[in-house]
């Protein structure tokens, strides 16, 4: 599975973006799909989750402004982030778990792409 990250930018206070990440590859095989993140700094963290039968959990942090969404078809995935903050600054990857065995799985990660929030 092969993933690329796309959509940050940089974005004044209380802006929106949308994040994309495109898989490609054995995605027949995902299972979960989600975004972390990195601030400067610190360690990277989950900002949001969504299982193949479309369930989704978010960071406290994020909840309520900001929503993750699959479209299988396409094999995208998407964060729609409103209201941002400066401390949501950070690299946003994507990740997704597949299931690769009767008892496995298998992390894959994006590039990343780089969110700033500044005016």
């Known amino acids: 599975v092969q993933l690329q990250a796309s959509g940050g930018g940089l974005v004044q206070p209380g802006g929106s973006l949308r994040l994309s990440c495109a898989a490609s590859g054995s995605t027949a095989d995902i299972k979960l799909m989600g975004w972390y993140r990195q601030a400067p700094g610190k360690q990277r963290e989950l900002v949001a989750i969504i299982t193949s039968g479309g369930g989704t959990t978010y960071v406290d942090s994020v909840k309520g402004r900001s929503t993750i969404s699959r479209d299988n078809a396409k094999n995208m995935m998407y964060l729609q982030m409103l209201y941002l903050k400066p401390e949501d600054t950070a690299v946003y990857y994507c990740?997704?778990?597949?299931?690769?065995?009767?008892?496995?799985?298998?992390?894959?990660w994006g590039q990343g792409t780089l969110v700033t929030v500044s005016s």
């Open positions: 990740y997704a778990y597949a299931i690769i065995g009767p008892t496995s799985g298998q992390a894959y």
